[in-house]
T-cell receptor
């Protein structure tokens, strides 16, 4: 049973666009929500993470928005670049450092 | 930099063989994890370990076992490989208390024929 639901499955945007990837969860015990980025042939790498006590976190061009009441969180990529083309996974866990529950992933393609 | 290494990038085994996948991390992390990654299914947790000699089942432990005899090494064992275990296997490690997330190895693409 998927504990974190991610959409869309794939996304194509033009360079400079703002792709948005959405995730939803049910388990209110989750309190750590990271996003991972994976390039072909590589393992996932931590991109940005948020705790439920804040509604937004920015790191460079990447922003997480968090809606605790709706149990939803999303990743926005500002001024997207072709180098951002990768698969993105949202995840959730009960504590940072503990086992993660991953979404199914979103394949992002940023065209020149 | 944290480094998580996996013993093989590609592995081909026959049905019924016993398969060992090895993972080593060099940053003294307490936690280690094994996931499998399949298209359209994301990453699914097989087993994890918070300390030497301890292990806990993840979401899909059937057909797998693990061993953690040393802090830096976490092994995944397929007791009798089956074709439905053909997958990408990813190892990860993390510190328990620091907010650095999990560090992943490059993965082992296992094909069972």
């Amino acid at each position: 049973q998927q504990q974190v639901k991610q959409s869309p499955q794939s996304l194509i945007v033009q360079k400079g666009g703002i792709p948005i990837i959405n995730c939803a969860y049910e388990n209110t015990a989750f309190d750590y929500f990271p996003w991972y980025q994976q390039f072909p042939g590589k393992g996932p790498a931590l991109l940005i993470a948020i705790r439920p006590d804040v509604s937004e976190k920015k790191e460079g061009r990447f922003t997480i928005s968090f809606n605790k009441s709706a149990k939803q969180f999303s990743l926005h990529i500002m001024d997207s670049q072709p180098g951002d083309s990768a698969t993105y996974f949202c995840a959730a866990s009960k504590r940072k450092g503990y086992a993660l529950n991953f979404g199914k992933g979103t394949s992002l393609l940023v065209t020149p | 930099d944290v480094k998580v290494t996996q013993s093989s990038r590609y592995l081909v085994k026959r049905t019924g063989e016993k398969v060992f996948l090895e993972c080593v991390q060099d940053m003294d992390h307490e936690n280690m994890f094994w996931y499998r990654q399949d298209p359209g299914l994301g990453l699914r947790l097989i087993y994890f370990s918070y300390d030497v000699k301890m292990k806990e089942k993840g979401d899909i432990p059937e057909g797998y076992s693990v061993s953690r005899e040393k802090k830096e090494r976490f092994s995944l064992i397929l007791e009798s490989a089956s074709t439905n275990q053909t997958s990408m296997y990813l190892c990860a490690s993390s510190l328990l208390v620091r907010d650095e997330g999990q560090y992943f190895g490059p993965g082992t693409r296992l094909t069972v024929t």
